[in-house]
């Protein structure tokens, strides 16, 4: 299949959530694309710049010659009808399902880890108040994690076994774990799965990579 040549128009990696999940995925199967970045938190200009590339307003966003992708999801179900010989998903049909419904719930859920623990991949913060909202969320998160692990562990260290998309939508909330110093064993992971599983996805070399593109991002911003 003759493939046009992809760009991610993606957002800070400091910040953008929504923009790594398909800029690792794309990384660790070997999608050959170009980056471009519009800086955030910018006002109507940021806007202005999204809006040149994305009809949502928001990033990220995926060219594929006259193809248009926005949101994350979208881009990586597309990504995986494209390419069906690598695992997006996983073969097996039950854990298939599974990893569906739990990137799904993330897409649509968890707005007090969003807006309480929000993205910052350079920084180690402060945890702010744990309300119920946000305890809620972080206990669903460490349950989610460690249900796939028990069942997958010996088919891979990721959710599932091997890499997939479900992995891509969680790798944004590993970060927060890691700059607030969230301590998943007082949040139901007394056996460590879920913890053993952040250790995973920081140490891919894809997530090392997008880091290392925070960091200079932000360095480079703070001597201008």
């Known amino acids: 299949m003759a493939v046009e040549a992809y ?18 995925a794309m990384a660790h199967f070997g999608i050959s694309f170009t980056e471009e970045k519009v800086v955030l938190r910018q ?21 594929a010659g006259e193809i248009l992708v926005w949101d994350s999801l979208a881009i990586l179900e597309f990504l995986a ?9 996983p073969k097996d049909e039950a854990a298939r399902a599974e990893a569906r419904a739990v990137s799904a719930e993330m897409h649509s859920g968890f707005q007090a880890l969003r807006n309480d623990m929000p ?17 809620h969320n972080i206990r669903r998160v460490t349950a989610i ?6 069942r997958y562990q010996a088919d891979g260290a990721f959710l599932f076994g091997g890499f997939s ?10 970060t ?8 998943l064993r ?4 007394e056996d460590g799965l879920a913890a053993s599983y952040c250790e995973t996805v920081l140490a891919m070399p894809e997530m090392q990579a997008w880091e290392e593109g925070a960091a200079a991002e932000m360095a480079e911003r703070a001597a201008s």
């Not at 806007?47 to 009809?55: A, E, F, G, N, V």
Request: contains cysteine.
């Open 7 to 24: 760009r991610l128009v993606i957002g800070d990696k400091n910040y953008s959530s929504w923009s790594l999940r398909p800029w690792l």
């Open 43 to 63: 006002g109507h200009a940021t806007k202005q710049s999204i809006l040149r590339h994305s009809p949502s307003g928001k990033v990220p966003c995926l060219i």
């Open 81 to 89: 009808e494209r390419y069906p010989q690598e695992p997006f998903w």
């Open 119 to 135: 993205m910052d991949i350079v920084s180690r913060l402060p945890q702010p108040e744990i309300s119920e909202a946000l305890e």
């Open 145 to 150: 994690w460690n249900a796939a692990r028990q």
């Open 165 to 174: 998309i479900a992995d891509a939508m969680y790798a944004p909330v590993v």
């Open 176 to 183: 927060r774990f890691k700059t607030f110093g969230v301590d």
């Open 186 to 189: 007082r949040y139901g992971d």
